[in-house]
């Protein structure tokens, strides 16, 4: 029997747990909140080491049955080392030598990566964009994140940052990024961004990036404009990867990818009207197939690379 | 005795051949007019087998003294099948099997790929971008061309288009540029539009980018707010890049390159400010070493690599 990998996804809301088989199906879950355990982080890992032991123990395993620890967190990590050098919005987490101190506790080898290349590592190899050699992964929310498959393997860059898809520039002269920088995409497309500007163009100060997209759903036209321009911005950055990377394939996923009959023929034409012919004629722009368990399942594919 | 390559570097003025020996030395040069072979690419092919017998003659070698040819041309080059796809300026080549038709004619291997990315590999193996596990290769002039080496290995893209930071886009709605989209990179930076941009502010119709440096190194105020106006527009487009790609190294070549007093620093500046610290604070930006021999240096490179 080949063994499953103990999963691990840690985002700002919830962190999920998941025993994810070798074909990346998960056979058992369970969530704690992040927020309970935000204060120290010797909290937070020790609710995740108990956790593990527990779900573990439920699925009558012992730890040699398990193939490894695969971790995915919301910021700056060291792979090759196992180093979580810091965190997006989880405070005290400095060059937290994570991968010790879980192998150290639960005596399994233990994997961790950004959550984003976690994400496109599972959508990779068992989502959208399976079997693609060259392959870019994008998510949508309040950040907008990335991840970069080239010539079949994860590119992490020198410093693990990159992937950074979220923070091209649109425009020199943007508005100012959380980043530092200016004018980059997230400044566009972040979900924070799109509410405000919805607030405006609906008049409307509780609605939701959700209801936008059911209003869409019945031809609302003000709806569809607005999903329109967001296509466009994507559109318009995506063109400056395709020019440099000319992927094979774009797999988009996140909240607002679900407005997707709205986004993905707005943003093939933006990269057909405004990208190299070549990259833009032969890139597919896919919606992600794996939802929220992207996390988990990708954690399988981090653990089953390192080690096999 | 370890075998030279016979390098050949395609341009829309000159063709230059040489002799390069394995430590990247140039042994034995010649040049062709490309303007007189340009009707037809039969003369042209012609023109380069003959100087190519030639060379390799004047060197007193036969064909199996030499490694192999490497031939970087201006365009779309499938270089795993060494065809030719499209020249840039040079009319009549489409899908042209140069590899197989050299090699038939010359009864020596070899290997074809596009110009930036022979500069490139020049670059990374013998010059500026020495030792570098990530690095980004840029040329200026007329075009802004680049080239990309990811995890040690040079990237061409799905299909061999990659790299092609000049069409990267700054401003959404920014200038038409020559490739259909807009605001690209090399709409702002682009030998022809820094001259028309040149005339404008010196008011004078005959000056050359070379003058202007020259003014600037004498401190003259215009020069040197109109290099540093050219550094803010690359640094700003490198954001992009560095963001995306986290490189450890980016090499800067091509004419331009030679105001580099007056771009470098401001170059590193807008990067510091206006990309992600991480990736910011571990690029390198150099100017690049091998000046206009970077392609047939490159070409011994391409050749090594695909036989050693």
Redesign the interface.
Known sequence: MRKSVLAIDVGGTNIKLGLVSPSGHILSRTNLPTTSFIRRKENLIGAVVSASRRIIAENRLNNKDVLGIGIGLPG?VDARHGTVEVLTNIPGWKNVPLKKIIESRLKIPAFVDNDANVVTLGEWRFGAGHGF??MICITLGTGVG?G?V??N?L???????????G??????TGLKCN????GCLETYIGNQRLLKRARIVFKDNDISLEEISRLASRKNRIALRFWKEVAV?LG?GL???V??????CIVIGGGISNAHQYLFKTIRETLL???????AG??KIVKAKLGSDAGLIGAQVLVHDALL
């Open positions: 700056l050699k060259n990335g970069l080239i010539d393997t590119y992490r860059g020198e410093g693990f940052s990159a992937g950074e898809i923070h091209i520039p649109l425009n020199e980043c530092g920088g200016y911005h318009n063109a400056g990867v020019n440099l990377l000319n992927p094979r009207q405004r990208a190299l012919r070549t990259p032969m890139v």
